[in-house]
DNA sequence: ACATTAATTGTGT
DNA sequence: ACACAATTAATGT
C-alpha cells in the first residue's frame, strides 16, 4: 500500500515547504522501488531523471583508468544527488554509478522541469544548493583523511560514519568491502579490524560487524 | 544428521 | 602482496 507521494515529500523533505512546489512533485514524480544490489544509474547512461531518496541507501562510485571501483560517497534517506543533477543539466552522461545497498525507495524526477522549478521555486532551489554544498563538504573531509589519517584511524572513521548514517549498530559488509572502499588491500582490513575487536570497540561476525563503541 | 562446497576471514612470510 | 589455513554458511544427500 503506497501513500501519495505528497504525504511522503512531507516527511522526508521538509526543506521543500511550498504547496505548489509538492503538488508539481506529484504530478511529476514516479515513485519506484529498488532492490539490494540493483544499478540505479550505470557509468556511461544519459540521466533524464534525478532521485530523491526516499528510504534505504545508495551507493555513489566511479572507477579509475583501470577499472577500479572507486567510492565517492554514500546517499541516505532525505538526501539527493547531486551529481545527476549537473548531467542533466547539460546533455552530458553519467560518469558515476549508483548501486543500491539496501531495498530502496525513491521518487524519480524527470529532469526537463529542473529548470523551470529551480526559478519558481525557492524551496528547491535552496535544496539544491544545500545538496551541493553538503556533498562538498563530506568530499573536503573524505580529501583530508586520505591525505593525512593512517588507515587504522581512516577505518575507525569510516565504521562509525556507516553506522551513523545508516542509524544501525550492525553493518552488513565483507573485509573485502571495506578494503575497495578504503582502497586498501583486504587483510589489511582485517588485521585492523582484529585489533579494534581486541580493543572491544566493535564485534567480528561473518558478513557483519557489530559496533560496540567508537569515538 | 552428515558431507560437500564456496566464500569469507585469519595469519605467516 | 601472496599463499595457504581455518572457519563459517549454504546446500544437497
Given at each position: 500500500m503506497t501513500h501519495a507521494i505528497k504525504d511522503v515529500i512531507k516527511e522526508k523533505f521538509p526543506i521543500l515547504y511550498e504547496e505548489e512546489l509538492v503538488n508539481d512533485i506529484q504530478q511529476n514524480g514516479k515513485l519506484l522501488n529498488f532492490e539490494a544490489g540493483?544499478?540505479?544509474i550505470e557509468i556511461g547512461a544519459y540521466i533524464k531523471q534525478m532521485p530523491l531518496l526516499i528510504k534505504g541507501?545508495?551507493?555513489?562510485?566511479?572507477?579509475?583508468?583501470?577499472?577500479n571501483e572507486l567510492?565517492?560517497?554514500y546517499l541516505n534517506s532525505g538526501e539527493t544527488c547531486a551529481m545527476s543533477l549537473t548531467c542533466c543539466m547539460g546533455d552530458v552522461r553519467s560518469n558515476i554509478r549508483a548501486t543500491a545497498i539496501e531495498d530502496v525507495e525513491i521518487i524519480m524526477l524527470?529532469?526537463?522541469k529542473m529548470d523551470e522549478w529551480m526559478k519558481k521555486y525557492d524551496s528547491w532551489k535552496n535544496f539544491i544548493f544545500r545538496a551541493y554544498q553538503i556533498r562538498f563538504d563530506e568530499m573536503l573531509q573524505t580529501i583530508d583523511s586520505i591525505a593525512f589519517m593512517k588507515m587504522d584511524e581512516r577505518l575507525?572513521?569510516?565504521l562509525s560514519e556507516r553506522s551513523k548514517e545508516l542509524n544501525a549498530k550492525i553493518l552488513n559488509l565483507t573485509h573485502q568491502?571495506?578494503?575497495?572502499d578504503l582502497n586498501t588491500s583486504r587483510e589489511v582490513v582485517s588485521r585492523l579490524?582484529?585489533?579494534?575487536?581486541?580493543?572491544?570497540r566493535i564485534k567480528l561476525h561473518r558478513f557483519k560487524i557489530e559496533i560496540i563503541s567508537l569515538v
Open positions: 540493483d544499478r540505479l541507501s545508495l551507493k555513489i562510485s566511479r572507477e579509475d583508468k583501470d577499472g567510492l565517492l560517497y524527470p529532469t526537463s575507525e572513521r569510516y568491502e571495506i578494503a575497495s579490524l582484529k585489533q579494534l575487536e581486541k580493543l572491544g
